[in-house]
């Protein structure tokens, strides 16, 4: 955010980061909602009054109720259907006219801190289903942005998604880039170290950069460190400012709300080395969160934010993570941010010793611990690790984590679950997994008992947009169409209840968030399209219309107007 951002408005900040993402979301043309007042900004007053009606309401609430009508008052639902009063002076009305409304998304487990503080207009790519569509979101993004600016993605999407089955999956060339951004050096890469490709621009930069970046005529820049790696800490040198990291945080907020997410729960990043080594997952862990926290002093955070606290300490003594634990607040903060656990590690790579020590020392502290799973056997050490620390201080009350966990089992399923934990699910496989590689178990999960929710993971290696998630949960397609789940899909409502309801647990903030309930927080979106008939392929393209937090409109897709 430049000069001119300092004089924006909160709703002017939305509508620009809004604009500028809006191609990248596969937009359909808007529909009305009808609205009693010509301003569909927030309710302001403390007294102020907004009541939704003529619309299907998922609450989500343990009777699966589906209500007409929804009143929201000082930023809380007030009052579900009937047990609406009748309305007063200033009271705003929205007919929704048959719209579907679900809770706000509950993100348990991303890197949207990560995502925030992308160097350069970074556009998700994850949406495109092809070669073309890549091409036309960077071409609208490119009118949005100052002229030269740099086009990046880094993770989130596969070439998979752009080329049709049956055909080998490919990058976009230098040519293709050329053509959607002709004065605006692009740079896209795949996952956590590439492959990455670039435009014309971007070849001579990277080749004139010192040291120099291998670029091929085709644009491509090979995975690694000394390729890919060099390319990605390159661009970090020279473009990141901090105002520019308080714009990318508004801009993955937004991009979150345009599809209902309005809680993400933050896991980190690798400590960044300032060195070739360093990749889409690396960034300083002591300042990654300021361009947000900055943000929420100045009331311009538009989502909730959740932090887990990252550590991979790899000396028995973990320095990091002693100090995190003796100068750290748990559970503090507010509404808007709050610290959540330690996670997505809680040490480094070594000796099952060291995880335990880990492990007991969060305990110790009190403090929730939230691990990852992706091999066949990891979740065996990390569960054990887990009932370690338990003798010596229980976590019952704690609400220990382990997350992926793409080849679980029942029997330790049941080991963690007698710890009061829980699986946090993703379907990251989406975008590259196999037959071999799939997972998570959802049907076996969900049958186990155990807490369960579910996340994005986005956006390194996966997308963060929830529909995606929901489509392979539900089907156990891939990005190519192809079964790699079979057996374990579970419904519809099953999966949005792991991202609404179910997941205010993880957070510890199921008395507050997650369903449409008197006296919870007032999230919500209404959808482009009723999640629960459309057809399988149609939930992918599921965005919302309208985003409120706390009762206030922080994502409107210009289908909010006024009445006659």
């Not at 030269?148 to 490919?170: E, S």
């Amino acid at each position: 955010m430049g000069e001119e951002g300092k004089h924006l408005s909160r709703r002017q900040l939305f509508a620009a980061g809004a604009a500028a993402l809006a191609t990248a979301l596969g937009r359909t043309a808007p529909l009305v909602i009808a609205s009693q007042v010509a301003d569909s900004g927030a309710p302001g007053g403390a007294d102020e009054e907004l009541v939704l009606v003529n619309g299907r309401i998922h609450t989500m609430d343990r009777n699966n109720t589906v209500a007409n009508t929804v009143t929201i008052r000082n930023g809380r639902f007030s009052a579900i259907d009937g047990a609406a009063r009748s309305p007063r002076a200033g009271t705003r009305v929205i007919d929704l006219r048959g719209r579907t409304v679900v809770p706000g998304i509950v993100d348990n487990h991303n890197h949207v801190v990560l995502m925030g503080n992308r160097p350069g207009y970074h556009t998700p790519l994850e949406n495109a289903s092809s070669i073309a569509d890549v091409q036309e979101m960077i071409a609208a993004r490119v009118k949005a942005v100052p002229p030269g600016a740099w086009i990046t993605t880094l993770g989130g999407f596969h070439r998979n998604q752009f080329v049709p089955p049956g055909q080998n999956p490919r990058l976009p060339a230098l040519v293709e880039l050329d053509a959607a951004a002709p004065r605006n050096p692009v740079y896209l890469s795949e996952s956590f170290m590439g492959p990455s490709t670039t435009n014309s621009l971007g070849k001579r930069f990277f080749e004139g950069h010192t040291p120099p970046v291998a670029v091929g005529d085709d644009g491509a820049i090979a995975a690694g460190a000394e390729a890919t790696g060099r390319a990605t800490l390159s661009l970090r040198q020279t473009l990141l400012t901090f105002d520019q990291r308080k714009r990318g945080a508004i801009d993955a907020m937004t991009y979150g709300l345009s599809l209902g997410v309005t809680t993400h729960l933050d896991q980190g990043a690798f400590q960044a080395a300032q060195t070739a080594t360093d990749g889409a997952a690396h960034e300083d862990n002591y300042t990654m969160h300021l361009p947000f926290l900055a943000l929420r002093d100045e009331n311009k955070l538009p989502a909730r934010l959740r932090i887990n606290f990252l550590h991979q300490d790899t000396t028995p003594d973990l320095p990091g993570l002693t100090e995190r634990l003796k100068h750290s607040f748990k559970f503090f903060g507010d509404d808007t941010v709050r610290t959540a656990g330690i996670g997505e590690f809680i040490a480094g790579p070594g000796a099952p010793s060291l995880f335990v020590e880990a492990a007991k020392r969060v305990a110790r502290a009190g403090w929730r611990a939230e691990v990852h799973s992706l091999s066949r056997t990891d979740f065996q050490q990390e569960i054990e690790g887990y009932e370690a620390a338990h003798a010596e201080a229980p976590v019952t009350g704690l609400r220990w984590v382990i997350a992926h966990v793409p080849f679980i089992t029942e029997p330790w399923l049941k080991r963690l679950n007698a710890l009061g934990g829980g699986v946090s699910l993703t379907g990251w496989r989406y975008l590259a997994g196999t037959p071999e590689q799939n997972g998570p178990p959802f049907r076996l999960i969900m049958n186990s008992g155990i807490q369960a929710g579910m996340s994005s993971d986005g956006m390194q290696i996966a997308p963060m947009n929830p529909w995606l998630h929901m489509y392979y949960a539900t089907t156990g397609l891939n990005a190519r169409q192809v079964l790699i789940n079979g057996g374990q899909q579970i419904t519809r409502r099953e999966v949005l209840k792991l991202y609404t309801s179910n997941n205010g647990w993880f957070i510890r903030e199921e008395h507050q968030l997650g369903t449409i309930e008197a006296g919870k927080l007032a999230d919500l979106a209404v959808l482009s399209d009723d999640y629960f008939t459309v057809p399988d392929e149609k939930l992918k393209t599921i965005r919302s219309v309208l985003t409120m937090v706390s009762g206030r409109i922080v994502h409107d897709a210009g289908v909010v107007q006024p009445s006659a």
